[in-house]
């Protein structure tokens, strides 16, 4: 099972040049692991998307038919106060937005006191960064087809 931040879940559901490694990767492995938020912050990126124009509404449908696909077999990590208390000291040591200080004391809280047993599947520079500096292992998706 492995962690996955919503930068990772985004390209398996609209095309991007990371599409067909992480669905590779997510193959191997469809034992996931998210926060929460992660299907509401997976629908913000989409209907950005769609809003700037980068995808076209029926695209942006049938993105959202993929994640609600998707979400029928992932686990979440609820909004529990250990989250809170972690995502709190998180933001005071990494460079992180709210919602990215969330995932990752999710995937800390879900590792239960061991980060280096949990892998993170992340795409966001400051996450993966951060993860490491907590301990948890971080998959390396490479650009490109």
Request: charged share 30%; proline share 3%; aromatic share 6%.
């Given at each position: 099972?492995?962690?996955?931040?919503?930068?990772?879940?985004?390209?398996?559901?609209?095309?991007?040049?990371?599409?067909?490694?992480?669905?590779?990767?997510?193959?191997?492995?469809?034992?996931?692991?998210?926060?929460?938020a992660t299907e509401i912050e997976c629908v913000s990126a989409v209907a950005r998307l769609e809003r700037q124009q980068d995808?076209?509404?029926?695209?942006?449908?049938?993105?959202?038919?993929?994640?609600?696909?998707?979400?029928?077999?992932?686990?979440?990590?609820?909004?529990?106060?250990?989250?809170?208390?972690?995502?709190?000291?998180?933001?005071?040591?990494?460079?992180?937005?709210?919602?990215?200080?969330f995932q990752l004391a999710a995937a800390l809280v879900a590792s239960e006191g061991q980060p280096g047993s949990l892998e993170?599947?992340?795409?966001?520079?400051?996450?993966?960064?951060?993860?490491?500096?907590?301990?948890?292992?971080?998959?390396?998706?490479?650009?490109?087809?």
């Amino acid at each position: 099972m492995k962690f996955w931040d919503s930068s990772a879940i985004v390209p398996l559901i609209v095309a991007d040049p990371r599409t067909s490694a992480l669905q590779r990767l997510y193959q191997r492995d469809a034992a996931v692991l998210v926060w929460w938020a992660t299907e509401i912050e997976c629908v913000s990126a989409v209907a950005r998307l769609e809003r700037q124009q980068d995808l076209t509404a029926r695209a942006a449908l049938e993105s959202f038919r993929r994640l609600d696909a998707l979400k029928t077999s992932w686990n979440e990590v609820q909004p529990l106060d250990g989250v809170r208390r972690i995502a709190r000291r998180l933001l005071r040591v990494h460079s992180l937005r709210a919602a990215d200080s969330f995932q990752l004391a999710a995937a800390l809280v879900a590792s239960e006191g061991q980060p280096g047993s949990l892998e993170m599947v992340s795409l966001d520079d400051r996450m993966v960064d951060a993860g490491r500096r907590e301990g948890l292992g971080v998959i390396e998706v490479e650009g490109g087809e």
